[in-house]
């Protein structure tokens, strides 16, 4: 496991696939943890997964902060585990993105939550369904990520927020058990020129994803100051729709 060679890693990481075997867990995720710094490696660890994802997730969320690269690790075992329907495993992780650490959650959660929700997504459930046709254990779980939501609401306004940390958050805005009402307002706030384009884009695909009924008159509202970076990122949203594409051109027309 601890071979300097990255080849000879990458040729273990795959290998260790093949076994049905906890051993083979514990060895994927010892890969990953000693190796978190090396994607392609991550990668490997990833592929090879598929047999044991609860205990290489177990193994990696409870071993501390995880890096960007863990993250997206931790993302596709949480989707791994939503095929396998293995409610046990899935608790474990989402509890533990749904605790704070000294009353802050961490960047690495609110990227992990927003991939579950969009792992959810994909299936065609949201949240609230999937809650509700869980076993009381994954209930408390998901029950528990209210605070990840209410924190998300206040750091996309935070301007000392790192970049990264509001683009998590953002993702996060409106998709929580008990949304609010005034969500895609609260996002639609971010679509001004003092906001940064990358700012501006992820609030665009979030807004994209909520689909509320005046999502049109939220992207063409300030027409005029989007810039170039976002205003096609907006037509890739309103081209589909009829009524929405309308609204486009007579907009567009007014300048």
Known sequence: LGDPDPQVRLQLAFSLGAWNDTRAAEALAKIALQHSDDPLTIAAVMSSSTRMPGQILERIITAGTPNVVQAALIENLLRLLLQAEDEPSI???????????????????????????????????????FRDESDSSLQSAIDATAGVFEAARKVIVDPRSSSA?????????????????????????????????????????????????????????RWKQHGPTVRPQILNYLWGNEQWTLQLLAQVAEG
């Open 91 to 129: 608790a474990i992780g989402v509890g533990h993105v749904a605790a704070p650490d000294d009353g802050r959650y961490a960047d690495w959660k609110f990227q992990v939550l927003a991939g579950f929700l969009d792992a959810l997504e994909y299936q065609g459930s949201s949240l609230l369904q």
């Open 165 to 221: 940390r509001r683009v998590q958050a953002i993702r996060l805005i409106g998709r929580g058990l008990e949304p609010r009402s005034d969500d895609p307002e609260r996002l639609a706030e971010l679509l001004v020129p003092q906001t940064s384009a990358e700012l501006q884009l992820a609030v665009v695909d979030a807004l994209g994803t909520l689909r509320p009924m005046n999502l049109p008159e939220i992207y063409l509202q």
